[in-house]
């Protein structure tokens, strides 16, 4: 079956200059980090499947064609800007001349997976966390398969905010300089799809970004969210869940739809001990544990505990570098990382200026 044949959305670039065995290579590569199913690999193709539809690149003489296809015009937008940066850190001259086949149809809009939501109220609860409830365009897309988001938030010195948008050969635009948009990522933590209202909760501490635009934000504000990306609910029976205060939201989320029958334990780090007062859904069969942060780092403390805990899923949500220790545990045990979820939410501002 042909990926026109498969999926709905479909959309090619030719990528002048960029060779077969360079883009191959590359390809080959992040389908081996992410455990992704490689479905052809040829001297003259290759081609592997995601969660939002399939990536195809194709030899043309001295030259590479990118075809994507996906069941969904915003799942089709998230591979094309995903490629684009996997190109962008190849061969960045070719980057900037990618020009996607569907380009004139939507030149001039908004990403498809881009929309504005109104805030309605913050609170803070327990635990060290504000609790932002918004009124959103459309949340049909929210399911258990994806549960995370992006906010797009101007710099609050400008008076009028500048928002991304398509250009002529597809690619997205987004605002530089003073007007660039901070874009962190949150879980959602509740939703209504007949009001449209969001509810997701902030970590709250000094310096970061969203905090102070949480703090000060009023009734009636007015900002971005691309999304929904990520991660989803575990569909299992027995789990290992491990997270750090950005992970707690989350956390809660999975708690809330994991079925009646399901086992396991829950490991909480703690940076201060009020993250403990997060309110975490009671489960009858997960137990949740508190670990501090200057204790063992969460990473190990996966790692060493795993043993005790055969067929269960691990789910892991914590700083990079712990992220990157059970990554690779997991690939030299010889299990499968699609089987488990682990994710870096944020990195040390030693490597990364990011504010979460």
Known sequence: MSMQERF????????????FPAIRSVIQQRAQEFDLPVVIDSDDEVQIETTYGNYSLQRRDAHSLARIGAPRADWLYVLKESLSDTIEHLAPEIAAEICWSDAQESAGRRPPNFQFITV?????????FLRVTAQAEDLTHFTTDAIHFRLALPN???DTPQWPYLSETGQTIWPKGDATLHRPVYTVRALDLTTGRLVFDIFEHDGGRATEWARSVSPGCRVG???PGGGGIPEVETIMIYADETGFPAVARILDALGPKASGRVVLELTTPESADYLMPHHPGIRIEHHGSNDRDLGDLAIATLANWPGHMVWLAAEKSAA?????????AGLNAKD???????TRPAESDAQP
Do not use: C, D, N
Request: hydrophobic content about 40%.
């Open 156 to 158: 609050p010195a400008l």
């Open 324 to 332: 990157q220790k059970v990554r690779a545990h997991l690939k030299s």
């Open 225 to 227: 969210l691309t999304g």
């Open 8 to 19: 709905s959305f479909e959309a090619q670039t030719l990528l002048p200059g960029l060779s």
């Open 120 to 128: 309605e109220h913050v609170e803070r609860i327990p635990g060290s």
């Open 340 to 346: 488990h979820y682990i994710a870096a939410y944020w």
